[in-house]
């Protein structure tokens, strides 16, 4: 890949943003109502498609094939043009298509993609009351009737699950193996009966967390992904999809508009007519912030290029979202820190973006989401002590 094809790239991605991307989204997505909030996403995901910018990390007979150089480029600049993210779309075109790519059948493939492309809306059913860092230990059910699996049980935590078509869901199929080994993997149709979904309102006012319960759901046979009892291997190829290039976009986009609005936050008079960036403390913050940054952008593409060459180490993983998720709470942190009372009055922030929005307090509120979900910053330093540095595992009661 030459320097040239990857500078005309990156030409042609910025002509793109400027023509295509719709300058007021901030203002229209703030206050959207849930109507407008799934149109606005729709539309944006469907003119990302047109570009061939929506899923360039599928392979080609899919619409994608995009080379890794040219997907890094992609991103940054979809970032420096401070793009509206594609919320709904996320679960579908990472996770459901790599673990359709990676385990589904050639039915379940020409079933799905097609549609993910046309806008079909997926959520992630992994997390349970009882079952989150320990994924493993979930507790809902699926037997076997005839032609389907009979499901009951609960999930939560599952973003986007009140505009969701199609779930991706772990279930227990046998009870008495060894808690990794007993675990089925399937496609759910969130129309079946017996579903009830309930969003979960947060402190920001947000309610994108849902609880799911299933209650003697049906799921056909055709719908289960890989082998019977094999559904903890095939979500391992799921809970991969957040690596690489995922991670790589939210850290250009912190590294884009979190610092920016940082940095605009700096430069505004206080009531006292001073403004924070002339303190040589916050200016010692701000060199730190941006320091940290180039380093987890660095770490990142690291991570992509290793990703795609199949030299990833066992806690790559582990370590980006670490790094990530701690920086991107202290990031916002500071933010509500310089904001002061007049940040606390501000209750809502565009539907469509991400964790980096400038109202300092929710950003704050909402970095929780990062370093508790998905593998709390705990349980990553576990992953890297023992996986990745091979220390002692932890001690474990009766064990």
């Given at each position: 890949?030459?320097?040239?094809?990857?500078?005309?790239?990156?030409?042609?991605?910025?002509?793109?943003?400027?023509?295509?991307?719709?300058?007021?989204?901030?203002?229209?997505?703030?206050?959207?109502?849930?109507?407008?909030?799934?149109?606005?996403?729709?539309?944006?995901?469907?003119?990302?498609?047109?570009?061939?910018?929506?899923?360039?990390?599928?392979?080609?007979?899919?619409g994608g094939g995009t080379p890794i150089p040219?997907?890094?480029?992609?991103?940054?600049?979809?970032?420096?043009?401070?793009?509206?993210?594609?919320?709904?779309?996320?679960?579908?075109?990472?996770?459901?298509?790599?673990?359709?790519?990676?385990?589904?059948?050639?039915?379940?493939?020409?079933?799905?993609?097609?549609?993910?492309?046309?806008?079909?809306?997926?959520?992630?059913?992994?997390?349970?009351?009882?079952?989150?860092?320990?994924?493993?230990?979930?507790?809902?059910?699926?037997?076997?009737?005839?032609?389907?699996?009979?499901?009951?049980?609960?999930?939560?935590?599952?973003?986007?699950?009140?505009?969701?078509?199609?779930?991706?869901?772990?279930?227990?199929?046998?009870?008495?193996?060894?808690?990794?080994?007993?675990?089925?993997?399937?496609?759910?149709?969130?129309?079946?009966?017996?579903?009830?979904?309930?969003?979960?309102?947060?402190?920001?006012?947000?309610?994108?967390?849902?609880?799911?319960?299933?209650?003697?759901?049906?799921?056909?046979?055709?719908?289960?992904?890989?082998?019977?009892?094999a559904g903890w291997q095939v979500a391992q190829?799921?809970?991969?999809?957040?690596?690489?290039?995922?991670?790589?976009?939210?850290?250009?986009?912190?590294?884009?508009?979190?610092?920016?609005w940082l940095l605009e936050s700096c430069a505004?008079?206080?009531?006292?007519?001073?403004?924070?960036?002339?303190?040589?403390?916050?200016?010692?913050?701000?060199?730190?912030?941006?320091?940290?940054?180039?380093?987890?952008?660095?770490?990142?593409?690291?991570?992509?290029?290793?990703?795609?060459?199949?030299?990833?180490?066992?806690?790559?993983?582990?370590?980006?979202?670490?790094?990530?998720?701690?920086?991107?709470?202290?990031?916002?942190?500071?933010?509500?820190?310089?904001?002061?009372?007049?940040?606390?009055?501000?209750?809502?922030?565009?539907?469509?973006?991400?964790?980096?929005?400038?109202?300092?307090?929710?950003?704050?509120?909402?970095?929780?989401?990062?370093?508790?979900?998905?593998?709390?910053?705990?349980?990553?330093?576990?992953?890297?002590?023992?996986?990745?540095?091979?220390?002692?595992?932890?001690?474990?009661?009766?064990?």
């Amino acid at each position: 890949m030459t320097t040239a094809e990857l500078t005309e790239f990156r030409a042609e991605v910025r002509d793109w943003c400027r023509a295509h991307l719709p300058q007021d989204w901030r203002a229209t997505q703030t206050g959207a109502t849930e109507v407008e909030f799934v149109a606005f996403q729709q539309d944006w995901f469907q003119a990302l498609r047109r570009a061939g910018y929506a899923v360039p990390h599928w392979p080609g007979e899919w619409g994608g094939g995009t080379p890794i150089p040219h997907q890094v480029v992609l991103y940054q600049e979809l970032a420096a043009h401070d793009a509206p993210r594609l919320v709904l779309a996320f679960v579908a075109i990472h996770h459901a298509a790599a673990t359709l790519l990676a385990a589904g059948t050639e039915a379940q493939r020409a079933r799905h993609l097609p549609a993910i492309l046309d806008g079909e809306i997926w959520v992630q059913g992994f997390s349970e009351p009882g079952a989150g860092s320990d994924l493993a230990a979930l507790t809902t059910a699926a037997r076997r009737e005839g032609n389907d699996y009979v499901v009951t049980g609960q999930k939560v935590w599952a973003s986007g699950a009140q505009y969701a078509d199609w779930c991706l869901l772990l279930a227990r199929t046998d009870p008495d193996a060894p808690k990794r080994q007993g675990i089925s993997y399937f496609l759910l149709d969130m129309r079946s009966p017996g579903i009830d979904v309930r969003p979960i309102r947060q402190a920001t006012g947000e309610a994108h967390f849902c609880e799911i319960f299933l209650d003697e759901v049906r799921i056909p046979v055709a719908n289960l992904i890989g082998a019977e009892h094999a559904g903890w291997q095939v979500a391992q190829r799921t809970l991969g999809a957040e690596r690489g290039l995922t991670m790589l976009e939210l850290a250009e986009r912190l590294g884009n508009a979190g610092f920016r609005w940082l940095l605009e936050s700096c430069a505004h008079l206080d009531p006292e007519g001073r403004r924070p960036i002339d303190d040589p403390v916050v200016l010692d913050r701000l060199a730190t912030f941006e320091t940290e940054i180039t380093g987890l952008r660095a770490l990142c593409r690291e991570l992509v290029e290793r990703h795609d060459c199949g030299t990833a180490g066992p806690a790559d993983a582990s370590i980006v979202k670490l790094y990530y998720s701690e920086l991107l709470q202290r990031l916002t942190d500071f933010g509500a820190e310089l904001g002061g009372v007049a940040a606390h009055g501000v209750l809502r922030k565009p539907r469509s973006g991400g964790w980096e929005s400038g109202a300092w307090v929710l950003d704050f509120i909402g970095s929780w989401e990062w370093t508790i979900p998905g593998g709390a910053s705990e349980i990553q330093r576990t992953i890297i002590g023992e996986r990745g540095l091979g220390l002692p595992q932890e001690p474990v009661a009766g064990r």
